[in-house]
């Protein structure tokens, strides 16, 4: 049941309507918008309250037909915003990155990740102390003492941490150490730790089960929520399904489902999702595209070397690409950048920041140039060959990639160069093939 009140309703009024809820055993959950004040009402036997509406400064009651009541829109028709640490996911807060390695095995190794992250734009440290795994065998992750080490990251970095509690006994160390307290897939139906994590001070991330139904996930988060813990991220990390081509089948459906059903923040993890590092920045672009409010990425200094989940683990090159991509989707869709222009070194030795950008703006008028002057050129071959011949000498545009390739030695890799070149001889070749398309239906239209 959820009880509305009207606009302008005093505290004494809201205050009234909870005693009335609480003197019958239920329980009422407090919700204050930017225009009104809901107030949830749990429990059994509801009829008892079914009087709410006509106490003073209510407007109406609503019977909520979901079996989750506190998850529901109808209890909080604004989208919620949670607090992690400096940190703010959901309505609007823009697409939130939280990356770092699946398990914390090192102090080298986390830090050196940390740091790269934190340079690439992600906002929260991700890093497991304690990996429930499938066979005893595997690396369980060193427990404590990467608590510590997330902690001492964080200080670090001034990156808020999230990291995964697997028993309710955990919570209080966690409390002191992490800022995002992660119930996993396997523990989405742990109703003891989900209600231990509902009394906590710090907010919590729900993954999805991995066979769960998004009704079950979001009773699994009214449990945390009905214990008294109002900030909630659910997180779609795969579900087990037939498919056997990637580790999980990750339901980029359930993001618009899900912002339909509940006012809590979503995130998707696409290195669990799928288990192959090639699939997550296809997957995480897809992600932000269908409107999810983060992204839970997995980054390691070394993937091959890692002691869990390596095939699934960035490089840091590969993250650096995924969040250029990313920040390019953002200013696509929104027309804004990911984040604000940083300011100029303060020593730099009379060549400041505005200056190094000029040369390179006035660089980059000499290669739209050079390219035009180039495509030009590439057209008069066009002629010269005749508009029937297709012109594609493959020998000679090998050799134009070769020579690239060995260009003067500078921070681009003769990958990187042949890379561009590829690049311009594609564009070239689309030139002519819209001149040649053009001379045809002039010559077929000559002869009409």
């Given at each position: 049941?959820?009880?509305?009140?009207?606009?302008?309703?005093?505290?004494?009024?809201?205050?009234?309507?909870?005693?009335?809820?609480?003197?019958?055993?239920?329980?009422?959950?407090?919700?204050?918008?930017?225009?009104?004040?809901?107030?949830?009402?749990?429990?059994?036997?509801?009829?008892?309250?079914?009087?709410?509406?006509?106490?003073?400064?209510?407007?109406?009651?609503?019977?909520?037909?979901?079996?989750?009541?506190?998850?529901?829109?109808?209890?909080?028709?604004?989208?919620?915003?949670?607090?992690?640490?400096?940190?703010?996911?959901?309505?609007?807060?823009?697409?939130?990155?939280?990356?770092?390695?699946?398990?914390?095995e090192s102090r080298d190794q986390l830090l050196q990740t940390a740091h790269w992250v934190q340079r690439e734009g992600a906002r929260i440290l991700r890093?497991?102390?304690?990996?429930?795994?499938?066979?005893?065998?595997?690396?369980?992750?060193?427990?404590?003492?990467?608590?510590?080490?997330?902690?001492?990251?964080?200080?670090?970095?001034?990156?808020?941490?999230?990291?995964?509690?697997?028993?309710?006994?955990?919570?209080?160390?966690?409390?002191?150490?992490?800022?995002?307290?992660?119930?996993?897939?396997?523990?989405?139906?742990?109703?003891?730790?989900?209600?231990?994590?509902?009394?906590?001070?710090?907010?919590?991330?729900?993954?999805?089960?991995?066979?769960?139904?998004?009704?079950?996930?979001?009773?699994?988060?009214?449990?945390?929520?009905?214990?008294?813990?109002?900030?909630?991220?659910?997180?779609?990390?795969?579900?087990?399904?037939?498919?056997?081509?990637?580790?999980?089948?990750?339901?980029?459906?359930?993001?618009?489902?899900?912002?339909?059903?509940?006012?809590?923040?979503?995130?998707?993890?696409?290195?669990?999702?799928?288990?192959?590092?090639?699939?997550?920045?296809?997957?995480?672009?897809?992600?932000?595209?269908?409107?999810?409010?983060?992204?839970?990425?997995?980054?390691?200094?070394?993937?091959?070397?890692?002691?869990?989940?390596?095939?699934?683990?960035?490089?840091?090159?590969?993250?650096?690409?995924?969040?250029?991509?990313?920040?390019?989707?953002?200013?696509?869709?929104?027309?804004?950048?990911?984040?604000?222009?940083?300011?100029?070194?303060?020593?730099?030795?009379?060549?400041?920041?505005?200056?190094?950008?000029?040369?390179?703006?006035?660089?980059?008028?000499?290669?739209?140039?050079?390219?035009?002057?180039?495509?030009?050129?590439?057209?008069?071959?066009?002629?010269?060959?005749?508009?029937?011949?297709?012109?594609?000498?493959?020998?000679?545009?090998?050799?134009?990639?070769?020579?690239?390739?060995?260009?003067?030695?500078?921070?681009?890799?003769?990958?990187?160069?042949?890379?561009?070149?590829?690049?311009?001889?594609?564009?070239?070749?689309?030139?002519?093939?819209?001149?040649?398309?053009?001379?045809?239906?002039?010559?077929?239209?000559?002869?009409?």
């Open positions: 049941m959820i009880v509305v009140m009207r606009p302008g309703a005093t505290r004494e009024q809201i205050a009234q309507v909870r005693h009335a809820v609480e003197e019958h055993g239920l329980d009422a959950f407090v919700s204050e918008g930017e225009e009104r004040t809901v107030i949830g009402v749990v429990g059994t036997d509801l009829e008892q309250v079914a009087h709410l509406g006509t106490l003073e400064g209510v407007e109406q009651v609503v019977r909520i037909t979901q079996p989750y009541k506190l998850a529901s829109v109808e209890h909080h028709h604004e989208r919620t915003r949670v607090r992690v640490g400096d940190v703010s996911v959901g309505n609007g807060g823009g697409l939130v990155m939280m990356a770092g390695p699946c398990a914390v890093g497991g102390a304690f990996k429930p795994r499938s066979s005893p065998y595997s690396f369980q992750g060193l427990g404590m003492p990467a608590l510590e080490l997330l902690s001492e990251a964080r200080a670090e970095t001034g990156l808020p941490v999230v990291s995964e509690v697997v028993d309710a006994s955990q919570v209080q160390a966690f409390d002191e150490h992490v800022d995002l307290l992660q119930v996993g897939a396997r523990n989405m139906h742990n109703f003891v730790l989900l209600r231990a994590v509902g009394q906590s001070r710090k907010p919590a991330l729900l993954k999805r089960g991995l066979s769960a139904t998004i009704d079950e996930w979001l009773l699994a988060a009214e449990y945390v929520l009905s214990s008294g813990n109002p900030n909630v991220i659910l997180c779609e990390r795969g579900i087990r399904t037939f498919e056997t081509a990637t580790r999980n089948t990750l339901d980029l459906s359930a993001v618009p489902v899900l912002r339909g059903q509940t006012h809590l923040p979503i995130v998707v993890d696409p290195s669990h999702g799928t288990g192959q590092r090639s699939l997550v920045g296809p997957m995480a672009l897809g992600a932000a595209a269908v409107g999810a409010d983060g992204l839970l990425i997995e980054v390691h200094p070394d993937p091959p070397n890692a002691k869990s989940d390596g095939d699934q683990s960035l490089s840091f090159a590969e993250f650096g690409d995924l969040m250029d991509e990313l920040r390019r989707l953002q200013f696509v869709r929104d027309g804004t950048h990911a984040e604000a222009a940083q300011p100029a070194p303060a020593n730099s030795g009379g060549r400041d920041l505005t200056a190094l950008r000029e040369q390179i703006d006035g660089l980059d008028e000499r290669l739209a140039a050079l390219l035009q002057e180039r495509a030009i050129l590439a057209l008069q071959v066009q002629r010269i060959r005749g508009l029937d011949s297709h012109g594609h000498d493959v020998a000679r545009e090998r050799e134009l990639l070769e020579r690239a390739a060995r260009g003067e030695a500078g921070p681009l890799t003769p990958e990187e160069l042949t890379t561009v070149f590829s690049a311009v001889v594609r564009v070239s070749r689309a030139a002519q093939r819209r001149q040649a398309s053009t001379g045809v239906a002039n010559g077929i239209e000559g002869r009409a």
